[in-house]
């Protein structure tokens, strides 16, 4: 159960995927559009009612045309499946397919920001508190050194080398040129005494994909895809792919957009060593 209400009851009223941060549940939601018509207006309310006080951290809907996802919006708002569409990320798909894909991610990403976090740190935004408009989980904007421990625990030899080719340049070059040797030392010494030795296990190769915020897409032109190579010793490759969005989030953050940047894609595989 979540909340007061059961698996079934979830199941009748949308997709729900429920995971779990520090061992608190939170929801990511999966709404056919196609379906929304067979549930009753009563069961989705009480239902919304019943599932308030477990936070909502990614929505993905799909079965909606692009041309009329100003309309769903309203579809989606009198269902109840979230109070306010703009303080939940929420994305469109034309698929079921792509909106799972997009759910893995958003799950990932989560995980990945709350590395560091204390286990007594509260999950989601109390609701006395200002929620983003931001739809997307924004990182960090100056970490502290013992929240960036985490982020650091990684050796010298594997803890990032960002790599762009020639056509896929970002207008903020602090952040993608390579870490110097004496910078990686710097920070070193700068981390705390309690910071978690780093992992062992295999050297992987994550390229992320992800484009900048930008009006092309609503002139009908293809929006521009940047990449990003990282590689990270992990025990394996769900944790590779964690710690790489977590770095990736975290440089990100010194640029005034680094926050708007939608990761698209992510492959991981073994590194040749």
């Given amino acids: 159960m979540v909340g007061d209400i059961r698996e079934a009851e979830m199941r009748e009223l949308t997709l729900l995927e429920r995971s779990f941060i520090e061992g608190r549940p939170y929801l990511l939601k999966l709404v056919d559009l196609s379906r929304i018509g067979s549930v009753s207006a009563g069961a989705r309310k009480a239902g919304a009612e ?117 056509n896929d340049v970002m207008d903020d070059a602090p952040s993608t040129r390579k870490l110097l040797p004496d910078t990686l030392e710097r920070e070193r010494a700068e981390r705390t005494s309690h910071a978690a030795p780093a992992p062992r296990g295999a050297l992987y190769e994550i390229v992320i994909s992800y484009k900048e915020p930008t009006f092309a897409e609503h002139a009908g032109h293809e929006a521009r895809i940047f990449r990003g190579t990282f590689r990270i010793e992990a025990a394996d490759e769900d944790d590779a792919r964690v710690r790489a969005i977590a770095e990736f989030r975290r440089i990100q953050a010194s640029s005034s957009v680094g926050w708007q940047r939608e990761i698209v894609d992510i492959t991981c595989r073994r590194a040749e060593t």
């Fill in 50 to 166: 019943k599932v308030h006080d477990v936070p909502v951290l990614g929505v993905a809907i799909f079965g909606a045309h692009f041309a009329i996802r100003v309309l769903a919006d309203l579809v989606v708002r009198a269902g109840n499946f979230i109070r306010r569409i703009d303080a939940v990320p929420t994305r469109y798909f034309a698929t079921e397919a792509e909106a799972r894909a997009w759910l893995a991610e958003r799950r990932a990403l989560i995980a990945a920001e709350a590395i560091g976090a204390s286990s007594s740190a509260p999950i989601g935004v109390p609701e006395n508190m200002r929620r983003s408009r931001s739809l997307e989980v924004q990182p960090f904007a100056r970490p502290s050194i013992e929240a960036k421990a985490s982020w650091e625990r990684l050796p010298a030899s594997a803890r990032m080398v960002l790599v762009t080719t020639p």
